[in-house]
């Protein structure tokens, strides 16, 4: 098996708080299908004009529990960079989801819940729907509240 793969598959397997879509890496690792960690390992989703996008699964090229952690990581970096601390504790950010789940257990929900941690951990605060919303709720209600994002 090709070592970057087999390096970032095993990455995946130390950080991926999801049992579902960690059993499924390791069923790859351990059946060698190495086309298959590929194309879960072998890119990133690229965050656009529409935010991040992809489909839900294991693997650094999908929509799950890691990539938004990651992306949120970066996202809460970038608002620290471009407003003052006290600015960002004060205003906030706001987190929405849908009604997306697939079956290898990764669901809107469970990702808005670690992109709330994640910034909680940072100190900010977190404007987090209690239900499923529609989207435009969201950007309606950082303008609304006046948050940072």
Known sequence: MDSKIAELAQGWLKID?????????????????????GKAMGSRLAFGTAGLRGPMGAGYSCMNEVTVLQCTQGIVAYLQKTNSADDLKAKGVVIGYDHRRNDTGVNSEAMALVAAAVCIHKGIKVYLYGKMVATPLVPFCVQHKGCAA
């Open 17 to 37: 708080p999801n049992p579902r879509t960690r059993a499924k890496v390791q069923s790859l690792v351990d059946a060698g299908d190495e086309a298959a960690l």
